[in-house]
DNA sequence: TTTAGCACTCAAAACAACTGAGTGCTAAAA
DNA sequence: TTTTAGCACTCAGTTGTTTTGAGTGCTAAA
């Protein structure tokens, strides 16, 4: 069975029909969203063969069809026509994500608050990965007779900062020491390689001062490794109760969100400038009913991060891609200018 | 009519039985949990007449009674008899909440997620309050020709940051500058102090170097502001679906939540060591269905912020007063002793 | 290949009946 | 005067039945 002209229309006019209403489409209402004219019976029989072919479903027989994930997946890749953005909107989005103060994590979140706004969706979005960030500056200052606040500056404008308890009294050469190592160490060091390795023999190499210095050289030690981490914001969770085709696994899918692990890794792992999974190409099983839309961000350049929605899988596809791309475009733009010049 | 000591006991037996069951209670279940004998027709005289004393109510004509906000008031102000403590129990809550690294925010994130997970209810958390905060450390660091880093580092160990940009390159002047008007202007400061006239002052008597300097002092101006202002934790909201009795109003309670404004307000008030708001008496119409507890933690002796739970009515005042101030007095020690000594 | 027609399916809505926990009231008992 | 047994009544919730209507697949004629 081939998929003629004919059958690519009718699948269209499901998808969007549904996407739009939310119900299963019936053969007597799509006649009116067709641009030719057969009978109920005729579509009836196309509706059939998409559904042999794996296209559609019925959710019970005596209910319309309803797109498979292999339904969108045709739709989207062969057969949508991807809307024009809204002057009006790339205007009041650009202007609100502007609003910040520079700070990528404010920038982010706003732009993750927009999204949410915007699609009705859950929005996840991660700060610029600091994969080749080096340590810009490293700061101790002394809290109280035995705690110190360690500071790291990365060059991706990564700021981390932790308080830390040692067993002797800080005095005023344990400072100097400090910034002495940190010089000769980690200033301009990658973050990737201040590891347990590297302490070890930085530990090592301090003598007598080990036992005074170590705590806090642990404590930037993790720092940096929290600084590569790269984080994931979320916003606008409650979205997700909006659809009611997500009804029940609500809450099962907002644990799933609020442990950021599995998170990272699907931003991480696409390739595209857009990635979208529907249902059930998603691998984690949670995600089976929703789609998942994924926009990444360059910064001069080189992709450094990624926005995404969580929803339903009846999502406006045609509407949404294009609005993910233009505000990741605008998330780069901006992180570009703020960190280079 | 008056509140006879029978009367009392049955007051305290329904409201125990509906927060255990959380059904409303009848006359005739209500016989086995008394420690007298009477017929269920003399308890219905009874309940009729805590019901004209609005201390019960009936869901429908033909249901059991359940408390009203004055009945629960009654029972928790001079009926209940609050549980001990576990031992257990406080053995692992003590481990978890002091396994962070000393940094307030992980302290208090710790300890929300414990009280969350113990109660099962939505926890909210407030960082110490920087109130009587000075300026410790302020530093600038900048990242590009034209935008630089502020960071602020206050007494109470809050640390803040920004990026900010500026109309004039960032020389090595510029940053010594920088360094000696915060030695004079801002260190040792309390943040207070640090508002829009100081600023203005500040800037006129920066002479030609306004223009070029005042970016950074209003960004640490922010960053003042930002570390007063106390910041809301969340933990657990999805707790809340656990309860079947707020349902419906789950979402708009979330979103109640999220903005920490009112939240910041509830926590604010109160004057008490623990504070507990009972569905109507809490002032916001959103908690019109919960009850909300509060204990307050104090550092050195000084009430510096909070721990509080949001739940239903049917919370069980009797276990749940002991453990939030059990773990709000666990959070104030160990704070103390991270911030002084 | 298309279409009209028809029998069939099935979820959802509407309706009806039943159940049972609980009440208030009254009149007798303590 | 207080307590209690007894009884009629209420009403949410459950269960079962019927009706409705959108939609289907199949068949036979166009």
Redesign the interface.
């Known amino acids: 069975m081939d998929m003629t002209e004919r059958k690519q229309k009718i699948l269209a006019a499901v998808v969007e029909s549904y996407i739009r209403t939310g119900e299963p489409v019936g053969s007597k209402n799509l006649l009116t969203e067709l641009d030719f004219s057969v009978s109920s019976a005729t579509i009836r029989n196309e509706m059939a063969d998409l559904a042999d072919m794996g296209y559609l479903e019925q959710p019970h027989t005596s209910a319309g069809r309803v797109p498979t994930t292999l339904g969108y997946r045709y739709y989207i890749d062969k057969l949508m026509n991807k809307m024009e953005l809204n002057e009006a909107d790339c205007k009041s989005i650009t202007k609100t994500v502007s609003s910040g ?4 994590e404010q920038l982010l979140e706003k732009a993750g608050e927009v999204i949410a706004k915007l699609t009705n969706c859950a929005a996840i979005t991660t700060l610029p990965s600091g994969d080749r960030a080096t340590v ?2 490293a ?1 101790i ?1 002394p ?5 110190a ?1 360690i ?1 790291l ?1 990365t060059s991706a ?1 990564t ?1 981390k ?5 040692s067993d002797m009294p800080i005095t005023q050469q344990t400072v100097e020491r400090f910034y002495s190592v940190c010089a000769s160490h980690f200033i301009g060091k990658p973050l990737e390689d201040i590891g347990t390795v590297m302490l070890q023999t930085l530990v090592a190499s301090l003598g007598e001062f080990a036992l005074e210095m170590s705590p806090f050289f642990v ?1 930037l030690a ?1 720092l940096a490794e929290d600084a590569l981490r790269s984080d994931v914001l979320l916003e606008g969770q ?1 979205n997700l ?1 909006n659809h009611r085709e997500l009804d029940g696994n609500v ?1 099962e899918l ?2 799933f969100l ?1 442990k950021g692990d599995p998170i990272a890794k699907l931003i991480a792992r696409g390739t595209d400038d857009v990635d979208i999974r529907i249902g059930t190409e998603n691998e984690y099983k949670q995600l089976a009913n929703s789609s998942v839309i994924i926009s990444h961000y360059d910064i001069n350049g080189e992709r450094s991060g990624a926005l995404g929605i969580i929803g339903p899988t009846r999502l406006n596809y045609a509407k949404l891609i294009p609005y993910m791309q233009f505000v990741s475009g605008l998330v780069g733009k901006i992180l570009t200018e ?4």
């Open positions: 103060s520079g700070d990528p810009r500056r700061e200052v809290v109280s007779n035995r705690t606040m500071v500056l404008g700021l900062s932790k308080a830390c308890r404590a993790d409650a109760f809450i907002m644990e609020r703020t960190l280079e010049e």
